[in-house]
């Protein structure tokens, strides 16, 4: 079975600040890795996608992961963080496209102005 | 383009009754899954419909329950409600070539 942890539950920020959100999955074969975004009050949202190829990919808002195949890591990272980023950010993992999602417990971010 | 819709927003119900909670999939997407989300937590899997069919189920016992019309939206049933199953409920609908989209949920709340 599929598993996602991620490292922290909370993390505190002032803007201009660098980011970087763990994520470590656990499964034996090959993974889409997603990273969702819920700001608050709304739905979730795609911020990024891995299905192959280059393993460092880029998605809307400055964000951007790295997949690192050998440390089944997916980490979010974002060099200079905004207060509008101030949200829940979840990662996620399933083994073909449509198929079901296993999701981390997400990692709520808070950015000071 | 309409993207996933769920009605209702929010639901308030009492332990022992029944709720029917339904999404609307993205134009084009055929697949529909459901998730529950607890307050603090990633979402869980419920189950996915495809071609009006269960295709998988996650953890949840029979008192979930779904059906997929079809025009492929769908409905989740849960039936003898627990204040456990108070929660924010998630549809996301998928195609084979297109990732989960996801709905802005029903919030259930169980008194």
């Known amino acids: 079975a599929q598993s996602v942890s991620q490292h922290n539950h909370h993390v505190i920020l002032s803007e201009a600040a660098s980011l970087e959100l763990g994520c470590n999955y656990s499964?034996?074969?090959?993974?889409?890795l997603f990273w969702y975004v819920q700001y608050p009050g709304q739905h979730l949202q795609l911020l990024l996608k891995?299905?192959?190829?280059?393993?460092l990919v880029k998605g809307i808002k400055g964000f951007e992961a790295e997949f690192i195949k050998s440390k089944f890591s997916f980490n979010l990272r974002k060099p200079s963080v905004q207060w509008s980023d101030t949200a829940e950010y979840f990662c996620?993992?399933?083994?073909?496209?449509?198929?079901?999602?296993?999701f981390g417990k997400g990692t709520m971010l808070l950015v000071s102005p | 383009d309409a993207g996933v819709t769920q009605s209702p927003t929010h639901l308030i119900k009492t332990r022992g009754q029944q709720v029917t909670l339904r999404c609307s999939p993205k134009s084009g997407h055929d697949t529909v899954s459901w998730y529950q989300q607890a307050l603090g937590q990633g979402p869980q899997f419920i189950f996915q419909y495809y071609e009006e069919e269960e295709r998988q189920r996650g953890n949840f016992p029979d008192r979930f329950s779904g059906h997929q019309f079809p025009n492929y939206s769908s409905e989740l049933n849960v039936n003898a409600l627990l204040l456990g199953d108070s929660a924010l409920y998630l549809c996301?609908?998928?195609?084979?070539?297109?990732?989960?989209?996801f709905g802005p949920g029903t919030r259930l709340t169980v008194t």
């Open positions: 499964y034996g074969g090959t993974v889409n």
């Open positions: 996301a609908s998928s195609s084979p070539w297109d990732e989960q989209y």
């Open positions: 996620a993992v399933n083994a073909q496209r449509y198929s079901t999602l296993t």
């Open positions: 891995y299905f192959s190829g280059d393993p």
